[in-house]
T-cell receptor, first 113, second 116 residues
Framework: RKEVEQDPGPFNVPEGATVAFNCTYS??????FFWYRQDCRKEPKLLMS???SGNEDGRFTAQLNRASQYISLLIRDSKLSDSATYLC??????????????FGKGTKLSVKP | NAGVTQTPKFQVLKTGQSMTLQCAQD?????MSWYRQDPGMGLRLIHY???????DQGEVPNGYNVSRSTTEDFPLRLLSAAPSQTSVYFC???????????????FGEGSWLTVV
């Protein structure tokens, strides 16, 4: 089983739609969780961290379910500019003060006019 | 505010050649790392460093060397390039600290490497 699994998509949605991405992780030692956004031929950029209580940043809502080892990202009122690949990222602490990031393969979103 | 700077952005190598991908950051980050990204794959960790003089292997270290003589620089060396090393390489850095604090990882813009 892959450490971080995502549906690769693509998700093709019209402007204004609500879209949700899911991600599962296999390592119970996972400590921190993130969603990154990657535009075509660009570097990944942090979209938001994911906290146990759930968190929201404008149109974006992230949820974490530690018991089910599941992370989600909800995008409301999709914009054309939201078209990108969304990477689910988990930090696993292998015992030191620094953990390494494990990346999912990404979910591609295409928002159409 | 330069952030993480990678060079070169594009490179074509012949099989067997060696080269160094440069990475520098000006944020005084202790943690630096190199990833490769292949089509249909997530980013995979090659090597990382938690501070000057300290390096360690990631998931896919074979064929690559690193060193960390200063806090700012973390070059990645391809010893004898192979077609399987054709990929996009990203350097990244972050502050050190506990795993729960959500340290932001800053990525360089990427280096596109083709080995023929």
């Amino acid at each position: 089983r892959k450490e971080v699994e995502q549906d690769p998509g693509p998700f093709n949605v019209p402007e204004g739609a609500t879209v949700a991405f899911n991600c599962t992780y296999s390592n119970s030692a996972s400590q921190s969780f993130f969603w990154y956004r990657q535009d075509c031929r660009k570097e990944p950029k942090l979209l938001m961290s994911v906290y146990s209580s759930g968190n929201e940043d404008g149109r974006f809502t992230a949820q974490l379910n530690r018991a089910s080892q599941y992370i989600s990202l909800l995008i409301r009122d999709s914009k054309l500019s939201d078209s990108a690949t969304y990477l689910c990222v988990v930090r696993v602490n292998y015992g030191g003060s620094q953990g390494n990031l494990i990346f999912g393969k990404g979910t591609k979103l295409s928002v159409k006019p | 505010n330069a952030g993480v700077t990678q060079t070169p952005k594009f490179q074509v190598l012949k099989t067997g050649q060696s080269m160094t991908l440069q990475c520098a950051q000006d944020m005084n980050h202790e943690y630096m790392s190199w990833y490769r990204q292949d089509p249909g794959m997530g980013l995979r960790l090659i090597h990382y460093s938690v501070g000057a003089g300290i390096t360690d292997q990631g998931e896919v270290p074979n064929g690559y060397n690193v060193s960390r003589s200063t806090t700012e620089d973390f070059p990645l060396r391809l010893l004898s390039a192979a077609p399987s090393q054709t990929s996009v390489y990203f350097c990244a850095s972050s502050y050190s600290g506990g795993p729960v604090d959500g340290n932001t990882i800053y990525f360089g813009e990427g280096s596109w490497l083709t080995v023929v």
